[in-house]
Each structure stands twice: as structure tokens, then as C-alpha cells.
């Protein structure tokens, strides 16, 4: 939203006329065109990071493995609770 009204705000720069209108335009249009850039990339940055995530999602060996060091972790857990029930 601010970005957009930083953009309508310098387009007074891009379309005036007059004395020094040249270099008001020069530096309007590149701030612009700057203001867009980034405005775009904030946006795609967080798609193409979910699209190489779902892409790469890695080999079912390693999903495999994961899955097991949650397991081992949970049931550690689990027996460290029972142990601590077992001593009271």
C-alpha cells in the first residue's frame, strides 16, 4: 500500500512541464521503476521460495529418516515422563 502511494506521489515528477522538467523526469522515471522492482521482488521472493520448497522436498530416504528422529525423540520424551511418574 505504501509502496503504491510513494508511486502515485512521484507522478507529478514523471508527467510535469516547465523549467527543469528533464531532470525531474529522469529521476522520477528511475525511482519508479525502482519502487516497482522491489515492490515485485518482496512479492516473489515468498512464492519461489514455496515453489523450490515443494520442488526439493528431498528423497524419501531422507523423509524417512526424519520421521524416525521425531519418533526416537518423542518416545524419549515419553519415557523420560514416565520415568520422572515412576520415582515420585
Known amino acids: 500500500m505504501t509502496s503504491f502511494a510513494f ?3 512521484t507522478m507529478p ?3 510535469g512541464s516547465g523549467a ?3 531532470s525531474r523526469h529522469v529521476l522520477g522515471t528511475g525511482v519508479v521503476a525502482h519502487d516497482q522492482f522491489v515492490t515485485l521482488a518482496v512479492l516473489f521472493v515468498p512464492v519461489f521460495f514455496v515453489v523450490v520448497r515443494r520442488f526439493f522436498k528431498g528423497s524419501e530416504r531422507q523423509r524417512a529418516s526424519t520421521r524416525m ?3 526416537r525423540a518423542a518416545d524419549d520424551a515419553a519415557a ?3 520415568d520422572k511418574g515412576a520415582q515420585s
Open 7 to 9: 508511486i502515485l506521489g
Open 13 to 15: 515528477m514523471i508527467l
Open 20 to 22: 527543469g522538467s528533464s
Open 69 to 71: 528422529r521425531r519418533c
Open 80 to 82: 523420560a515422563a514416565g
